[in-house]
């Protein structure tokens, strides 16, 4: 079953402007990770952070986790037409058994 | 491209027959995981190795499921008399001992019609 809820489900912004997607879920966790897939393809990991980091970057990427809400949120900056993919937060509770979101569809206007 | 490599990764099937799927995770990775991904849905997990040793098997992985990695190098994932609900992307990652970060190969799409 999925581990939690993201938010939004679909997300539609102009290119240049930020996009920002939200997670929630439900058990204690070691790290959470935020990953990127284009349309039926794999996975690409974009950025991990530890259940003892509040906030984390990445070129572009920032990445928010807050364990007392069990939430997390990850801020795409400047945001452009390739940035277009489904984004997943997953959860790793143990040994690196991911639990997935349902992700959320980004869309980016040129 | 990750460097994990999934084969075949289309696969239409008739209900009943049996199916194969191959991962061939990054060489040095100890660690290997599979999962499936229906339309619209974030994947779920299926079952681990570490090495050679299936570490744990998900609910979802029926008698009709079974998962192999001899000698700690490529997996196998074998469904066994296919059925309608099997249709999905099958995805396999592995990792290293020393990260947590899951590198995804691109997938097998299984339909069975």
């Known amino acids: 079953s999925q581990q939690g809820e993201e938010d939004p489900q679909a997300l539609s912004i102009q290119e240049g402007e930020n996009a920002t997607m939200n997670c929630s879920y439900k058990?204690?966790?070691?790290?959470l990770q935020w990953y990127r897939q284009n349309s039926g393809r794999g996975l690409v990991h974009l950025i991990l952070i530890r259940s003892n980091e509040r906030e984390k970057h990445s070129g572009r990427l920032r990445v928010t986790l807050d364990t007392s809400k069990k939430s997390s949120s990850l801020l795409i900056t400047a945001s452009r037409a390739a940035d277009t993919a489904s984004y997943f937060c997953?959860?790793?509770?143990?040994?690196?058994?991911?639990?997935f979101g349902q992700g959320t569809i980004l869309t980016v206007h040129p | 491209d990750t460097g994990v490599s999934q084969n075949p990764r289309h696969k239409i099937t008739k209900r009943g027959q049996n199916v194969t799927f191959r991962c061939d995770p990054i060489s040095e990775h100890n660690r290997l995981y599979w999962y499936r991904q229906t339309l619209g849905q974030g994947p779920e997990f299926l079952t681990y190795?570490?090495?050679?040793?299936?570490?744990?098997k998900s609910r979802l992985l029926s008698d009709r499921f079974s998962a192999e990695r001899p000698k700690g190098s490529f997996s196998t994932l074998e469904i066994q008399r296919t059925e309608q609900g099997d249709s999905a992307m099958y995805l396999c990652?592995?990792?290293?001992?020393?990260?947590?970060?899951?590198?995804f190969g691109p997938g097998t799409r299984l339909t069975v019609l």
């Open positions: 990652a592995s990792r290293p001992e020393s990260t947590d970060t899951q590198y």
């Open positions: 190795f570490q090495n050679e040793a299936q570490l744990e």
């Open positions: 058990t204690s966790i070691n790290n």
């Open positions: 997953a959860t790793d509770a143990s040994y690196g058994k991911l639990t």
